[in-house]
């Protein structure tokens, strides 16, 4: 499955609200990202049910404001081998998940897509990014979540969201985004993650749960 047909596939969903990143205001550490409880739990039972292939899904919820994305429930995306690129999503299972969605009229869209790391942590791959790209043309609001479910324990879930850093602002050597709150939100970058582009060619925002 390409780009093309998953972008068309989406579209209705994500409402065509993809833009020029330069005409939008500066990403800012007031970000958040609110996951319902149900939706951490299905990412959690999909990871760990994967293991030691990484698993991939759908996020729905509702893009607040500027600054804050919701996400009220998840699907999995059935796929094969170790990949998480979008030519491994099932093409018939996702047209039938949205068609779904439409007959039981939910006001949610896709906000995003989630993915397992299966024993070793949080970051994106250059597959990983180039995904996100195919999200935030459609919606540069999307969030890439990234999930270890063998690092998670009782207690402490092991997560993180992410989204782009617009290639032009770095080029100019400009910071990618200002500095207002949540900073002590923000998990503090691993070693691997900066290594793999952290800061760089994406960023991390907080997560907060909900009980929605």
Request: hydrophobic residues 40%; glycine residues 8%.
């Amino acid at each position: 499955m390409n780009m093309q047909n998953l972008q068309r596939m989406i579209m209705g969903q994500m409402g065509g609200q993809g833009g020029e990143l330069p005409d939008m205001p500066l990403a800012d550490t007031s970000e958040q990202i609110y996951i319902s409880s149900l939706s951490l739990l299905k990412m959690l039972k999909h990871g760990r049910a994967g293991v030691p292939f990484e698993v991939m899904g759908l996020m729905l919820g509702e893009i607040v404001d500027e600054y804050t994305v919701k996400v009220v429930d998840v699907f999995a995306m059935p796929q094969s081998g170790t990949s998480v690129s979008v030519e491994s999503v099932d093409p018939v299972f996702q047209t039938n998940m949205l068609d779904m969605l439409k007959q039981t009229q939910r006001s949610e869209i896709v906000v995003g897509w989630y993915h397992s790391h299966p024993g070793f942590g949080c970051w994106l791959s250059g597959v990983d990014i180039n995904t996100q790209q195919s999200f935030e043309q459609l919606n540069n609001k999307a969030v890439a979540v990234v999930v270890d479910p063998i690092q998670s324990v009782k207690g402490k879930v092991v997560i993180d969201a992410f989204r782009l850093i617009n290639p032009q602002i770095t080029m100019y050597g400009s910071e990618p985004r200002q500095t207002t709150s949540n900073v002590g939100h923000i998990n503090k970058p691993s070693l691997l993650a900066l290594y793999h582009g952290l800061n760089k060619h994406y960023y991390s925002i907080a997560v907060s749960y909900t009980h929605l």
